[in-house]
């Protein structure tokens, strides 16, 4: 083994089955450059997966607003969301190497100091790493849609998900979604809609906010006439007997 392998190796999830897992493991070519920044940032900016609460202050070494995004892919939004907001921490939460080594590359490139990094699954992530009614907000930006029907089972974006999910944000706190798959956009506005501690900011779906970067292949897609839809809902003030 090269010395070189072993950052990547501590970085990646453990897989395992389970009753709810957030992703479908593919595999994916590790580019040099990608290599380079895990072996190089991981140790600084990657955080194992141990089962502990995670304590923000002391990772990122200030007392600051905390927000989570689930499934970052090659994390360029992510790094802009960053960037544009040195007010708020972010960690990242990704279970394919080369999105992590990717990101991380990002985070060497443009200085970014309020990024962190988990390689594993989001929902062991959310459950023991993240304390309830604690995040400042949560973004899940085009995750897999699994169009075909016997695959929706699949989506990340079910029940027992969403209601986890709101159980980690702080009253008032965003969850922002956005797909450009429409019929996923439909089962996620049906499924959000249900959750009781989370409320619609809009009737349906939402514009654009300004701070989700337009990405490259989002750009693609509408010049082709695709659509995507925004969903933005927040977490409503739960009293504390419904507190979880």
Not at 52 to 59: F, H, K, P, S
Not at 83 to 89: I, K, W
Not at 197 to 223: D, H, V, W, Y
């Amino acid at each position: 083994m090269r010395s070189t392998d072993r950052p990547i190796l501590a970085l990646m999830p453990a897989i395992r089955t389970r009753a709810l897992r957030s992703y479908v493991v593919r595999n994916g070519r590790m580019g040099p450059g990608q290599a380079r920044a895990i072996a190089s940032l991981g140790p600084a900016f990657g955080l194992p997966f141990d089962g502990q609460r995670l304590d923000a202050q002391a990772v990122f070494g200030r007392r600051a607003p905390l927000a989570v995004e689930i499934g970052f892919g090659m994390g360029a939004a992510t790094a802009e969301i960053a960037a544009a907001n040195p007010g708020t921490d972010f960690l990242g939460i990704e279970v394919h190497p080369p999105g992590v080594g990717a990101l991380l590359k990002r985070i060497g490139e443009e200085q970014l100091r309020n990024v962190r990094i988990v390689c594993h699954d989001a929902v062991d992530v959310l459950e023991h790493m993240i304390a309830p009614e604690s995040l400042a907000g949560v973004n899940i930006f085009f995750p897999d849609p699994w169009p075909k029907k016997r695959h929706h089972k699949r989506r990340l974006l079910q029940p027992p998900f969403v209601h986890l999910v709101a159980s980690r944000l702080a009253a008032g706190a965003t969850l922002h979604c956005a797909t450009d798959w429409q019929p996923y956009a439909e089962q996620m506005l049906e499924v959000l809609s249900a959750e009781p501690a989370l409320a619609n900011t809009c009737a349906r779906f939402a514009e654009r906010p300004a701070q989700r970067p337009l990405t490259k292949f989002e750009q693609r897609g509408l010049m082709r006439g695709h659509g995507v839809w925004d969903l933005v809902f927040v977490r409503r003030d739960a009293p504390p007997s419904a507190r979880t």
